[in-house]
């Protein structure tokens, strides 16, 4: 299996594996897709195994310490030099599911923040999923504000030691 950061060209993938991932509500469709690859594609880590896109993580880099929906529609909400990593989405083809593929891009997209400088790493999640985030770090912060979907999420952050420390 290999990591790579995403190109344009991978966004039929991509947008194929977002809808078997997540509901349609709460799906990013391949214009929003399109806007992100565009926007920010070094924050697009895909783990291919042969020709079958196995895993993803996305999302920008901001200065804002929280994540808020509006950001998932407005791909100009990243600032390369941002604080912030954020995650918009974490999904893993079900054939490829229970193998590890999703903590491996975790482990990837947190060591790239780390050495990038980033404070730390942003993400929201459902209920079931705070204990698997908290396996990697992430603390709760409890319930989020976000409406997406219509569902109840819970905002994540791991914090990361200061460069130099």
Not at 89 to 107: H, S
Not at 131 to 145: L, N, P, Q, T, V
């Amino acid at each position: 299996m290999e990591i790579r950061r995403a190109t344009l060209s991978d966004l039929d993938a991509l947008a194929a594996l977002e809808a078997q991932c997540f509901p349609p509500a709460e799906a990013a469709g391949a214009d929003s897709l399109r806007g992100r690859l565009l926007a920010y594609p070094g924050h697009f880590w895909l783990l291919w195994a042969g020709a079958h896109l196995a895993s993803y993580v996305n999302g920008p880099v901001t200065a804002q310490p929280g994540l808020d929906d509006w950001m998932y529609h407005d791909p100009s909400v990243h600032q390369e030099n941002g604080a912030w990593q954020m995650i918009f989405g974490v999904g893993t083809a079900p054939q490829f599911q229970g193998r590890g593929c999703a903590g491996r891009l975790l482990r990837q997209v947190i060591a790239d923040a780390a050495a990038q400088g980033r404070r730390g790493l942003v993400l929201t999640c459902k209920p079931q999923l705070i204990g698997y985030y908290a396996g990697f770090g992430f603390a709760d912060e409890g319930r989020s504000s976000s409406q997406l979907g219509g569902a109840r999420w819970h905002q994540m952050r791991l914090t990361l030691p200061a460069p130099g420390r």
